[in-house]
């Protein structure tokens, strides 16, 4: 048995030293030391040999398994380097080569325009406040004076999810929450930016989606001069100092009295242009006092408080300010549009 061994160690020796390749060197793995290899095969036989020959043997089985598997533990590491050495060369880069430009992206123009009006509006000492989407009918309409089967809610076709549940249709209803989460405490002073639903056919200047930015400031003798003055320097902010303003008569639910607010044109002077319909005014936003019934129901003694209230929408200052002639243009994600803003 201990020839068969010696023959077995240099059969094997002489064939794993001429293995070139991994799955080679695997299959002679096996067909030596595996479970059915031909060296368990040879020492299978040792259960017929004397006591004093199996130690004997046992020490030769394990110098010819030591030598088979040192000459696999080589070969593997020389496979395992080679390999390492063709992926290196396969993988190799060029330092010489010019850096490829990565894409930049820009802020939205929408996005750039609200964050104009907050940072106004933070600098006149305002908080900006949030709240639903998905509003109740109490909150968009009945509490900003607008009852059930009021005709004044027709101005505003809505999304109802149930019989009290709506998209909501204005920025409106933040106020309120905003109010009643105060328990009648004053000052307020706040914005409220957001999304708003209206069921409306999508055109060049009407969209079913928009963004409006709302305000609200409660307190101690609030008159519509106050009013004027806040919006005055709004607009010289946001569209030159050589901006004015005009305050028109109109009719909200929410209000009273209520106002359009018109600023003259910022391309022509107010001296009529195409932009201004030659009229040399632009309309941007409504306003006016808070009326005594929505204070009432957001916690507020309107014999003791008053104050005012104001709504823009984004998608029609962001058209004035950049001279955009489409509300869709905003939502077409379209990066010739997108890219006209980068760097603005």
């Not at 067909?31 to 004397?50: A, C, D, N, P």
């Not at 309120?176 to 002073?189: D, H, L, S, Y």
């Amino acid at each position: 048995m201990k020839e068969k061994l010696e023959a077995l160690k240099v059969e094997a020796v002489a064939k794993l030293q001429e293995v070139n390749d991994p799955q080679a060197l695997n299959d002679l793995r096996v067909k030596y030391l595996g479970k059915k290899g031909e060296l368990t095969e040879v020492l299978r036989g040792m259960g017929g040999l004397s006591a004093e020959e199996r130690p004997v043997i046992g020490q030769v089985a394990n110098e010819v398994r030591g030598a088979i598997e040192a000459i696999i533990t080589e070969k593997q590491e020389l496979f395992q380097q080679q390999e390492t050495q063709q992926r290196l060369q396969a993988e190799k880069v060029d330092v010489t080569l010019p850096g490829r430009s990565l894409p930049q992206g820009g802020i939205h123009p929408l996005s750039r325009v609200v964050q104009e009006i907050e940072d106004i509006f933070i600098g006149m000492g305002y908080q900006v406040a949030e709240g639903p989407e998905v509003e109740t009918d109490y909150f968009n309409f009945e509490a900003l004076n607008l009852p059930k089967n009021h005709p004044a809610r027709d101005m505003q076709d809505s999304f109802y999810l149930t019989d009290d549940l709506l998209m909501r249709t204005q920025t409106s209803p933040v106020q309120v929450r905003t109010m009643q989460a105060k328990n009648g405490e004053a000052p307020v002073k706040i914005i409220c930016p957001g999304k708003v639903f209206r069921r409306d056919d999508d055109d060049a200047t009407h969209s079913f989606q928009f963004h409006q930015i709302e305000g609200l400031v409660i307190g101690d003798n609030i008159r519509m001069s106050d009013l004027k003055g806040t919006l005055q320097q709004f607009v010289k902010e946001m569209f030159g100092p050589a901006t004015g303003i005009r305050l028109r008569p109109s009719f909200f639910p929410f209000t009273e009295p209520s106002v359009e607010v018109d600023v003259s044109c910022f391309k022509c002077g107010g001296e009529g242009c195409r932009l201004c319909k030659h009229t040399g005014w632009l309309e941007i936003l409504g306003a006016g006092m808070v009326h005594p019934n929505v204070l009432r129901m957001g916690g507020y003694d309107p014999e003791k408080y008053t104050g005012f209230a104001f709504g823009m929408g984004v998608e029609r200052i962001a058209m004035l300010k950049y001279g955009i002639d489409d509300i869709r243009y905003f939502y077409t994600n379209d990066m010739g549009f997108v890219k006209q803003f980068k760097g603005i």
